[in-house]
Structures are given as C-alpha cells and as structure tokens.
C-alpha cells in the first residue's frame, strides 16, 4: 500500500506543480486553491507512504515522479521544447526511480 501512497504523492506534486504556472497566469482564487489541493495531497500521501518506506528511497521516487511528470505535463500543455536530450533524461529519472523500486 505505500508504494500506491508513494504514486499517488507524485500524481498530486506533478498536479501542484502544473497550477503553480496557471497560478501565474490567470491569478485568480480556483488555480490557488487547485494548487494547495495539489501540495496538500501530495505531503498527505507522501507523509503515509514514509510510514513505512524509507525516507531516502520515498523521497528520491516522490521528487522522480515530480520532476518528470511536471517536464512532461510542460511539454504537453505549455508548449515547451520536446527535443530528444530532454526525453532521454527524464527517462534516466523514471529509470532511477523504478531501480530504486527493484532494490527497495
């Protein structure tokens, strides 16, 4: 089940991460709010996926998912460069994350 609490912190850090720019751009009450829901529920699940996880391992696949799904949701909704250097390292980030999975 922490593995599940662990996705699911990634899942809400990349949505938190995604309003930060609507935040940005339109400055209004609902992207603030969709923000905090998206924080909130990802230190509520991280916080119950180290329950059981070790810090290092949860926090390393918790800050993975963020980072690549936050580049990739940027590249599909906000136009940013899609160039085969940026897919490469994300992928070496999803790589790390699942090696640190096999290993955990």
């Known amino acids: 089940m922490a593995w599940i609490y662990l996705v ?3 899942i809400f850090e990349m949505f938190g991460v995604m ?3 609507k935040l940005h751009k339109d400055r209004n009450i ?6 905090f829901i998206g924080f909130a529920g990802s230190f ?6 180290m329950q059981t996880l070790p810090m290092g391992t949860a926090y390393a696949i918790w800050t993975g998912i963020g ?6 949701l940027g590249m599909i909704f906000y136009g940013e460069q899609k160039d085969w250097k ?3 390292c994300i992928a070496l980030v999803v790589c790390a994350a699942v090696g640190l999975k096999l290993v955990s």
């Open 8 to 10: 699911l912190a990634g």
């Open 19 to 21: 309003f930060i720019n």
């Open 67 to 72: 980072a690549s799904g936050g580049a990739i």
């Open 30 to 35: 609902f992207s603030f709010f969709l923000l």
């Open 86 to 88: 940026r897919i490469a």
């Open 44 to 49: 509520l699940f991280l916080s119950l996926a």
